[in-house]
């Protein structure tokens, strides 16, 4: 089967899936979508692909850019301060990474999103209807990058 009509096909998965999702769930799929590019840019840089390692950082440091802009200052207080601070410091080490080859860094960046992942995962239902109610809609451009 061509691969291009799998990618298609994924990506009407995916889609579907945004649409129907709540706020909370958006998160987590930002999330898996960040680890996925960058254990893809993992992998594309073990073959010495550079060129697709780029675009794999490229797409994570978008990821981690639209769960920053998600991020509710106003109902979060310190605890948005300190995801935007970790989110910073996610982009500044893919970047690195990508600039030297270093596998290290993904690695690095690939367990802090894994820990944020897991904490997400275990937020309670009134956190989830909280968030719902005061937190800020995923941007249609996260769809867009065929991530979520």
């Known amino acids: 089967m061509n691969n291009s009509y799998v990618q298609q096909y994924s990506k009407v998965g995916m889609e579907t899936g945004v649409a129907s999702a709540d706020p909370h769930r958006l998160v987590l799929m930002l999330f898996e979508g960040a680890i ?27 990821i981690i850019g639209e769960l920053d ?3 509710n ?32 860094r993904l690695d690095q960046v690939i367990q802090l999103l894994t ?8 937020i309670t239902e009134d956190a989830k209807k909280m968030f719902q109610e005061k937190g800020r809609k995923v941007s249609e451009e996260a769809v867009s990058y065929g991530t979520i």
Do not use: H, P
Not at 37 to 57: P, W
Not at 115 to 122: R, Y
């Open 36 to 62: 996925t590019a960058i254990t893809f840019a993992k992998v594309e840089m073990q073959r010495q692909n550079y060129s697709a390692k780029g675009e794999g950082i490229s797409k994570a440091i978008s």
């Open 115 to 122: 820990e944020l992942k897991l904490g997400w995962v275990g």
């Open 69 to 71: 802009g998600s991020l």
């Open 73 to 104: 200052f106003e109902a979060g207080g310190t605890l948005a301060e300190n995801l935007r601070n970790l989110y910073e410091f996610m982009s500044i080490q893919l970047v690195e990474a990508n600039l030297q080859n270093n596998e290290k």
